[in-house]
């Protein structure tokens, strides 16, 4: 198994001006990332994870709505990325890191725990019944929980400032899934390689549906031999019809604009 070195973790968190202490927390990430009997993700060696984990989750900061946010959602989060990392990098800002399978739940608790995590709530639930909890309530709850760190207040509809999404769905799914969750002014970010034109076409057209704009994609290199990646940008410019989502795997069986 590859190692990192901690000059290496050094670096990378000064590429991204990142807070003191985030290198260690990167190491202790990667420790126990590669420690884990139940990972839940084919790379845990730390020499290809601090690149196809941390790098490419960190990419996102290139994105000027992440630096300033209070709230994000990771949407079908996996063993935790790119959630933990950016929860590294944004320690005032609250994560909810939303997985259905709950194995993979206790994966992303284990290893926000062992990155000494504060800022980190992993949720078990279907990303569309989490979008249909809370509305004004969860609204409240998040500003109470940044007032007073209480944590289990916090979460739902159109409670968060911006979404995170990697491999998890086409396009159209996945603004079907933000959209609730994002408040007006709220911002989808979804890593994508080169998806052809009839998938841009598609979730743009359901953005339309669900509130959303798509904006322009931004092309990143997150480390050497990357290649065609992009995040695909969406802004929440309406509410969110209330119909949306529809129940638990009709999103991903019928999208919206195919």
């Known amino acids: 198994m590859g190692t990192v070195s901690r000059e290496t973790l050094v670096e990378l968190a000064a590429e991204h001006q990142l807070p003191a ?6 190491a202790r990430l990667l420790e126990a990332l590669a420690a884990e009997p139940d990972p839940h993700t084919t790379v845990s060696d730390p020499a290809r994870a601090v690149d196809v984990h941390l790098r490419d989750s960190l990419v996102a900061l290139a994105v ?33 890191l939303v997985e259905s399978a709950s194995r993979k739940t206790a994966v992303i608790g284990r290893l926000a725990a062992a990155a000494e995590l504060a800022n980190v ?13 809370g509305d004004e309530g969860a609204r409240r709850g ?17 409670a968060y400032d911006i979404a995170t999404a990697r491999a998890v769905a086409p396009l159209a799914v996945l603004v079907e899934y933000a959209a609730p969750l994002l408040r007006r002014g709220g ?20 953005a339309a549906e669900v509130g959303l704009e798509a904006c322009e994609p931004l092309a ?23 119909k949306f989502p529809r129940r638990p795997g009709m999103p991903a069986k019928r999208p919206l604009g195919a």
Do not use: C, M, N
């Open 21 to 26: 202490g985030a290198a260690d927390q990167f």
């Open 64 to 96: 000027p709505a992440l630096r300033h946010v209070a709230t994000v959602v990771d949407i079908g989060s996996g063993a935790g990325f790119p959630g933990l990392p950016l929860a590294v990098a944004l320690p005032a800002a609250r994560f909810d």
């Open 121 to 133: 709530r992993a949720v078990h639930a279907r990303v569309e019944e989490w979008a249909r909890t």
């Open 142 to 158: 998040v500003e109470e929980w940044a007032r007073t760190g209480d944590r289990a207040s916090a979460g739902g509809r159109a």
């Open 187 to 206: 911002t989808l970010i979804a890593w994508k390689g080169s998806p052809d034109a009839d998938e841009v076409e598609a979730g743009s057209i359901a």
């Open 220 to 242: 990143v290199t997150p480390y050497s031999g990357a290649r065609d990646l992009h995040l695909y940008l969406y802004s929440k410019v309406r509410d969110t019809p209330a």
